[in-house]
């Protein structure tokens, strides 16, 4: 969303909390989620009456419920669909997606893609908490392999889907990733908010109950930093207080951790983010966690004529330059006249 | 009824109308499915209609796009009935079957009135096609159809030689086929061949050449007319056209008719269309006209599946247009869970299923009326929808904007139920006046409704229990709904145990006050009470209405009840049934609504149930009216 917001409209963190009791666990990661959006809001002049959040089903899809703006929640999986109507019945709308891991990639896995492919405008934030948290505890889509949980007692064995990954091969247009707790977190929101098009954001989200602190080997606030690899566009791809980068191995046509002595960043091949190239950011939603530190903020940002532009100009052009004139309609085709007798 | 084409025969039938006027006369083309027997049969259809006589059609083909040549499962037919009086059905039985191939003659023959006469293409009776259509030998030839008149020509040979000065390949000179046969069949008919030729012109204006040549093969089939006239076998029938109301009119289909009756309703409710579609048999039709009226403020949307049109019609609905989904029973079946959103939301939407024969995938391209249950009691918890249902092409138009209405008015989902036999057949059709309408026009919520002052109440109801409209985008009136339970007034989340009963009443209390909206059941023919109504819904509609009549005209005490208000019924129904000894409910499907009606109001409903993928014929009708009353 962006060039539709004629007019910023001021408001506080406040103004965007309805009167409605939160019903998270205590703890969630979702609260930190809501507060960054309540904070992102204000700054990016959302105008509550022009805004919606349309949800789908789970932990997540509670959240419009506590915006105090317009609020739709759907059923399981289909809140990209819905949002698709809402969106060429008015494209004045600024719609905010909120959606989780089964959600948006198991039973709405399609919409998901086909939202993406379309390029309609408006955020998609994925909660990933890689398990099912309101149907009490079943591994999810992105579960790890071994997650033992009520349905796989012995570990699942199934290999995750990467939600950027699956983004991107769908055609998204901007993947940007944070997490629940970082401080971070609003400045890649509003990076999504000013993409104009489908903007897709994975973020990682702590359930306390039934996948605590599978996160923290980087989400942790404090003590996991130097496994952050934060993207910056147009600024050398550095983690660990600026002592390793990334590099390109052109030999394996792969992307490689290397040592940055003395700041000398260039001399050891560090490569500059670009927010725009498509291949980069392929290699970059793939990187294994563990050898690599886990790629964060805006990995890609490159926009498209979006569908609802593409759609309303269509039928714009078709008409232009006719009257609907519903008696002359219903006439058409070959027709003939009984005379009276 | 009778139809004697030729003069010999005529003469041996006594009390038939005359060789040259008969009352009416159904044809069947049947051919293979690439032999544009749909094609032959709109045109001939469009002629008809020209020529001022009643007509009713049954276009009827095989699932497959082009099933393998010659093979009895690739046959494709049309069938026509037209006359010089009122015609409410397909017809029963055959007068005259055009067969292009021998799969087409052993699929069709056996419908054909004994006396009726058979034109046959005898240039693809070879012995390859007579196998395929496990033939030992030709049927032409070993007598096996002397209870019919045949007449058996080369019309592959006679429409090649038709077009030979165009230099067309032989695959394609052979195409010109279909015309020469329709050329034919309008002379049989006394027809004007102007039309079809302005028609050919304008369907092939990329390609003269071939315009040209298929005119030439409708003009070589009309000649051969003449000259077999000359020759003896062959008679021109004259028929009469048919007193009508005064009046200007056109052919219309039902696929046609809805799309109509939803630009209407939209427009009478003052609001855009947005239509979200799933291409399937045999609904697309409907996706297909819509994507062509965009001057009309609709918005067409072919989705992901079938369950992303209808949440996308929602969404376009908040949003505050006229959300319309349409689909096929399977399709449907996708829908279910949406629907019950669109019922909990309580937000209009117009859901058109044109039904096809199930369960499953069924029978994509026959028909059948068993989606009845899943329209009025087919969605997961106490989730009640108004349903009207279309009994003809045309009334379909009426029964798409009585389900726009319904929908905006009370804030609801609405069904409407066509089915295949009435989405692909054409009927004769007044043009409808659009002022003759009443608008209904929408009005959203713009202020505040809450009296107290506090936060806007987007679940107060109004004394016929519906909850305001309210579009995202107004000031001042943020709100939250969804598809969980919610609070009285507020719709804030609630599932408290009184909420919850206070709201499953409240749903429920609203769609059976849309019963006061609708007119009181008639009856279409007959006294109000007596021995046996035959109550029917749908498409079922002419073959009733034939039967009652034939029945009463043998002076039986039958009446026809004809329901388009599925759900809620009209509230004077039961009265109505109790009114008379027996209850007759005819039904494509194992007697879904005599169910309902016995259900409702406690009648002894029988059934008379059929689900061959073929409508009713007015005997079987007839039949079971004399059994009720025998």
Redesign the interface.
Known sequence: MNDMTPIAVKTTLKDWE???EVRWCPGCGDYAILKAVQRTLPEIGAD???T????GIGCSSRF??YV????????HG?A???????????P??DIWLVTGDGDGLSIGG??T??VLRRNLNRQIMLFNNEIYGLTKGQYSPTSRVGTSSPSTPAGSVDRPASPCAFALGAGARFVARGFDVSKNLTGVLKAAHAHKGAAFIEIFQNCIVYNKDVFEEFAVPKGAEDHQLWLEPGEPMLFAKGTQGIALDTEKLTLKVVDVIDGDWEGAGVIVHDVTNRSLAHMLVELPFGPFPMALGVIYDDPRPTYEDS?LNQ?AT??AG???N??K????????????? | MATNLKEKQSAAHSGSAGPSAPEAVVVRFAGDSGDGMQLTGGQFTLSTALSGNDLATFPDFPAEIRAPQGTLFGVSAFQINFGSTAIETAGDAPDVLIAMNPAALKTNVQALKPGGLIIADTGEFSKRNLEKAKYAVSPIDDGSLSKWDVLAFDISALTLESVKSFGLGNKEALRCKNMWTLGLALWMFDRDRAPIVQWLNDKFRKNPVLAEANIAALNAGHAYGETAELAGPLKQVHLDPVPTEPGLYRTVTGAEAVSLGLVAGAQLAGLSMFFGGYPITPASAILHNLARLKEFGVTTFQAEDEIAAICAAIGASYGGQLGVTSSSGPGIALKGEAMGLAIMTELPLVIVNSQRGGPSTGLPTKTEQSDLYQAVYGRNGDAPLPVVAARSPGDAFECAIEACRIAVQYMTPVILLTDGYIANAAEPWAVPDPDSFAPFPVTFLEQNNNAEGGKVLPYKRDERGVRPWIKPGTPGLMHRIGGIEKGIDTGDLDYSPQVHQAQTDARKAKIDGVARSIPAQDVCIGNSSGKLAVVGWGSTYGPIHQAVRRARGRGLDVSHVHVRHIWPLPENLGELLKGFDKVLVPEMNTGQFKTVLRDQFLVDARPLAKTSGQPFTIAEIEAAIEAMLA
Do not use: C
């Open positions: 309805s009167d409605q509550p009456a022009k919606v959040f349309v949800s419009p419920y105090e703006s317009y609020g739709f929640h759907t059923i289909r990209p669909a819905f949002a698709t109507g809402l969106k060429l019945a008015n004045e709308l399609n919409h893609m086909h759609v039928d078709s008409r006719k009257e609907p519903l008696a309609l219903l006439a058409k085709g070959q027709t003939w006249t009984v005379e009276p007798t």
